[in-house]
């Protein structure tokens, strides 16, 4: 059993940045999820957890870096050049990796980012 927080989430401009974490303990790849209201949850971005492979959903490519630091068991999502249509509570999870949210077996609680115009 795996437990994740995730923490960085707050109110931002459009165009400003937010560093999300998570912290997880043990061998998984990572990813992150978003979901905004009224609307499925939806992949983000994922890294192994050698952290030498990654891949990002298209609408971020370019302004999203997924990170991760296993001595401190981390995961980061560095997201720059916000648009409001990133508002969404964020979700970090543990599993196999990849865009599937079948492949993740662990879920943290979210953290909220709004981005204003």
């Known amino acids: 059993q795996v437990q994740l927080v995730e923490s960085g989430g707050g109110l931002v401009q459009a165009g400003g940045s937010l560093r999300l974490s998570c912290t997880a303990s043990g061998r998984y790849a990572m990813g992150w999820f978003r979901q905004a209201p009224g609307k499925e949850r939806e992949f983000v971005a994922t890294?192994?957890?050698?952290?030498?492979?990654?891949y990002y959903a298209d609408f971020v490519k370019g302004r999203f870096t997924i990170s991760r630091d296993n001595a401190k068991n981390a995961v980061y999502l560095q997201m720059n050049s916000l648009k409001p249509e990133d508002t969404a509570v964020y979700y970090c999870?543990?599993?196999?990796?990849?865009?599937?949210?079948?492949?993740?077996?662990?879920w943290g609680q979210g953290t909220q980012v709004t981005v204003s115009s």
């Open positions: 999870a543990a599993g196999l990796g990849g865009s599937l949210q079948s492949a993740y077996d662990y």
């Open positions: 890294i192994a957890w050698s952290g030498d492979r990654l």
